[in-house]
């Protein structure tokens, strides 16, 4: 019995705890007239995206504490995302593709990738109900640190990706002082 705790336990330590506590990889998020800091504490870097009139949202369909998602009613955009440790990402083209492995809608359109401001983006339509949803998913690595974002603009008149562009083309990602 002793044996088995003393294994699980070091199996548990080696697969997947950091040297960090949930409080210091936990989102902090700090808004401000026109903008809203996000970031996590043992990271060295932090995201400034535009306010608009996004709120935070509870809905979390990752269970990680290091996600965070905003939803702009009015505008009928959100973005969401996390922080994770650098040694994680493995390549844009790696998660795009596991991302279309666990979708399950229709499948995207109007596929193409871009680079805006160091992101490596890829830009991409779902069709919802008889209209067009601009999508982007989004992919930084900086300071030892990976940010991935998925931003998208809601089924309205003249939505179209230009809107994902131009907000991701505002977000700024700096180290922390």
Request: net charge neutral; charged share 15%; aromatic share 12%.
């Given at each position: 019995?002793?044996?088995?705790?003393?294994?699980?336990?070091?199996?548990?330590?080696?697969?997947?705890?950091?040297?960090?506590?949930?409080?210091?990889?936990?989102?902090?998020?700090?808004?401000?007239?026109?903008?809203?800091?996000?970031?996590?504490?043992?990271?060295?870097v932090k995201m400034t995206i535009p306010k608009l009139g996004l709120v935070k949202q509870n809905d979390n369909p990752t269970n990680s504490y290091r996600y965070f998602y905003y939803w702009d009613a009015h505008a009928q955009l959100g973005i969401s995302g996390w922080f994770e440790p650098e040694s994680q990402f493995k390549g844009t083209k790696y998660h795009w593709n596991e991302f279309l492995a666990r979708w399950k809608g229709n499948p995207p359109s109007n596929v193409h990738y871009e680079n805006i401001n160091g992101w490596e983006v890829i830009i991409y339509n779902i069709d919802v109900q008889g209209c067009s949803q601009s999508n982007a998913k989004a992919f930084l690595v900086q300071s030892e640190t990976w940010l991935e974002i998925h931003v998208s603009s809601l089924c309205k008149e003249g939505a179209k990706q230009a809107d994902v562009i131009d907000f991701i083309k505002n977000i700024v990602v700096e180290n922390k002082a």
């Open positions: 019995m002793r044996l088995t705790y003393l294994v699980f336990t070091c199996l548990f330590l080696m697969c997947g705890c950091s040297s960090y506590s949930i409080q210091e990889s936990s989102i902090t998020a700090h808004e401000f007239n026109k903008t809203i800091e996000i970031t996590v504490p043992a990271s060295k």
